[in-house]
């Protein structure tokens, strides 16, 4: 089986180039192949474990937000954040709680 390799300026591309055309070109990294597709509309029915994690995603979402922008738990979340070293952004820390407390009120 031949393998291309292109000696181009650019190594791959990745992702939808164009707003006009449904072509995506993609890398596979492990594999180191390049190849196109076309996205279609959803041929099968969401389930219902999907429809509980877009919903499990988006309260989540909305609450980082909102105590991301809450000024009085702002100084609170940062002392905490400079006290830990597990994650690299506040965001990442912030999320984290977030998950946490709804995991448990939702168990």
Known sequence: MSK?????PVDHISGKISKKYKTI????????????????????????????ARFRFKSIAQA?????????????????????????????YVWAQETAAYDESNS
């Open 64 to 92: 980082v937000n909102t105590r991301l922008h809450n000024m009085n738990q702002q100084a609170t979340d940062q002392a905490a954040f400079a006290a830990q070293t597990r994650y690299k952004t506040l965001r990442q």
């Open 4 to 8: 291309v390799v292109f000696i181009d």
């Open 25 to 52: 070109f993609c890398f596979r990294s492990t594999s180191d192949r390049r190849y196109t597709q076309i996205r279609g509309k959803r041929t099968t029915p969401v389930s219902i474990e999907e429809k509980d």
